[in-house]
């Protein structure tokens, strides 16, 4: 199979599996990481198949859809093992989609190569930004999270079986995550897009919060 072919039979594969999704995870999601993490690459470099594979699939083993992580990434592992590709290739894949998940604010990040690093930034920056606060309110209601309430405090957790089992308001995600993305990004091109990403959310909450006390 030529490359083409490969990445052509992964985007079915994916939205076969990603079809219907109304968490903020879709098919456009994928679509919208894979093309910044190409844009990304022009710039930092890094080898672009394993780029676009991992994106592509990145969220298809997703801990919160599966029973376990390991289940998750056996689906990837298969797909990857049916296309014929290398076993160093399929690993780097894997490596990356393990990887590429934020697990709270206090949990550090562990990727390591440049292909994972592009790949997590372009994920973080479809967390952030107009789209960013879209998909947060979207995977809110899907999970039955209250919008906002104020009598809550913001929380930030230190442990990523904290942050999976935390039960905050959606607006409590901005300060458990997308506020802090932007000082978690890995290359200098994908920073100056979410120094500006950033910015708009700090107008939305602006504006959430000024309308909010108005009613006072
Ligand atoms: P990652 O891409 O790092 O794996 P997730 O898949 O957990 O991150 O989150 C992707 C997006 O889904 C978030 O940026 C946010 O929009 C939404 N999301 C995840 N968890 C929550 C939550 N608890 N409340 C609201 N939105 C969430
Ligand atoms: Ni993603």
């Given at each position: 199979m030529s490359r083409d072919q490969v990445i052509n039979k992964t985007i079915d594969f994916v939205k076969a599996k990603l079809e219907g999704d109304s968490s903020g995870h879709d098919w456009w999601h994928i679509y919208r990481v894979w093309n910044l993490s190409k844009k990304i690459q022009e710039k930092e470099k890094g080898d672009l198949f394993i780029i676009e594979m991992a994106a592509l699939l990145h969220d298809v083993a997703d801990w919160k859809f599966y029973e376990?992580?390991?289940?998750?990434?056996?689906?990837?592992?298969?797909?990857?093992?049916?296309?014929?590709?290398?076993?160093?290739?399929?690993e780097e894949i894997i490596y990356i989609i393990k990887n590429v998940s934020y697990k709270g604010a206090g949990v550090k990040d562990q990727m390591k190569t440049l292909e994972g690093k592009i790949v997590q930034d372009a994920d973080r920056l479809?967390?952030?930004?107009?789209?960013?606060?879209?998909?947060?309110?979207?995977?809110?209601?899907?999970?039955?999270?209250?919008?906002?309430?104020?009598?809550?405090?913001?929380?930030?957790?230190?442990?990523?079986?904290?942050?999976?089992?935390?039960?905050?308001?959606?607006?409590?995600?901005?300060?458990?995550?997308?506020?802090?993305?932007?000082?978690?990004?890995?290359?200098?091109?994908?920073?100056?897009?979410?120094?500006?990403?950033?910015?708009?959310?700090?107008?939305?909450?602006?504006?959430?919060?000024?309308?909010?006390?108005?009613?006072?």
């Open positions: 376990n992580e390991e289940a998750g990434l056996m689906v990837v592992r298969d797909w990857l093992i049916k296309i014929d590709l290398s076993s160093d290739i399929i479809d967390a952030i930004g107009a789209i960013g606060v879209a998909r947060t309110f979207a995977f809110g209601g899907k999970f039955g999270s209250e919008m906002h309430n104020p009598e809550e405090d913001a929380k930030l957790h230190n442990s990523f079986e904290e942050y999976k089992n935390s039960k905050g308001t959606t607006i409590n995600h901005f300060y458990e995550k997308l506020l802090l993305l932007k000082d978690r990004i890995n290359t200098k091109t994908a920073k100056e897009i979410a120094l500006e990403r950033h910015n708009y959310m700090e107008v939305f909450l602006k504006q959430f919060y000024d309308e909010w006390n108005s009613l006072k």
